[in-house]
């Protein structure tokens, strides 16, 4: 499918990203944000007035929204849905409740429109060194149609299965690293204490008690100086909670995700919420 415009609704946080990787692969899109859009200007993007002028003049749309504005746009007091266009996508880039992506589904259907369930695995950072990962789900003709548009700021977009695997993909991979981020602050916090020297446990732990979280954050969390824009406590509790309650409904309650929680949640009462997921080792030591 060759389209003629994209457009991104929520052009902040991953959004800016991906403005700049459609730029630079010989896109311009459309861009909608309720605050400042100044840096998606800059970044040689479109800005439009309205959510509802961008899904006129845009035949994907990207969604870079949290559940809230997901709900506001479709469902709520900011209805886009006078301005859709018969065959128009929707990929919803973002993490929420997938009874609420459902519900949005079945809105835009009645408008002629798809929606696709595509949630981005991957921070600012990773998004801009073209290392974020797309799962598309829902209707697999409609997924690979705009498959091109998401590689040109993915290094893969695969498609994963029915409407909602996508977001239960995000999930578990999320879940995997709320808890792994907590045991790897621990395990740097020990090994400080104990007087180990950080560089020759990052070197020598074996392969099969190694965690992505600690080869690629351990050196940080050592260091003390944590920074901001590669991924926020904040960000993840918000992931977890949703996690937390799309389990619920299948009755079970996530004794180990739970207990990790407990320390984001004290991060940020520490003041944390926007510091990068490695101040966790602040809270665990």
């Known amino acids: ?93 973002g993490v929420a409740p997938i009874e609420l992506k459902l519900k949005v589904r079945d809105r835009l259907a009645s408008a002629g429109a798809i929606f696709i369930d595509a949630p981005v695995m991957g921070n600012p950072p990773l998004i801009d060194a073209g290392k974020a990962v797309v799962y598309m789900s829902g209707e697999e003709a409609a997924c690979r149609a705009v498959e091109g548009e998401l590689r040109k700021f993915a290094v893969a977009a695969p498609y994963v299965g029915k409407f909602g695997d996508g977001s239960k993909l995000k999930y578990v991979s999320n879940m995997l690293l709320a808890m792994h981020t907590v045991a790897a602050a621990e395990a740097i916090s020990y090994a400080k204490r104990t007087g180990l020297d950080i560089g020759a446990l990052l070197e020598f732990i074996p392969p099969i008690a190694q965690s992505g979280v600690l080869g690629v954050r351990g050196k940080t969390m050592a260091s003390g100086t944590y920074g901001k824009g590669a991924g926020s406590v904040s960000m993840l509790l918000d992931v977890v909670n949703v996690i937390r309650d799309d389990a619920s409904t299948s009755g079970m309650e996530l004794a180990f995700l739970n207990s990790a929680k407990a320390f984001y949640e004290k991060a940020v009462s520490k003041g944390l919420g926007e510091m990068n997921t490695e101040s966790l080792v602040e809270v665990v030591s």
């Open 1 to 93: 499918m060759t389209t003629s415009s994209i457009g991104i609704i929520g052009t902040g946080g991953i959004g800016l990203p991906i403005a700049r990787k459609l730029v630079a692969a010989g896109t311009v899109p459309f861009g909608y944000r309720r605050g400042d859009n100044s840096a998606f200007i800059e970044a040689g993007g479109r800005r439009c007035a309205s959510a509802a002028e961008l899904v006129e003049v845009s035949d994907v749309v990207l969604l870079c929204v949290p559940d809230a504005a997901l709900y506001s746009l479709f469902l709520g007091e900011a209805n886009v849905l006078a301005h859709v266009k018969a065959g128009q996508a929707f990929v919803d880039l």
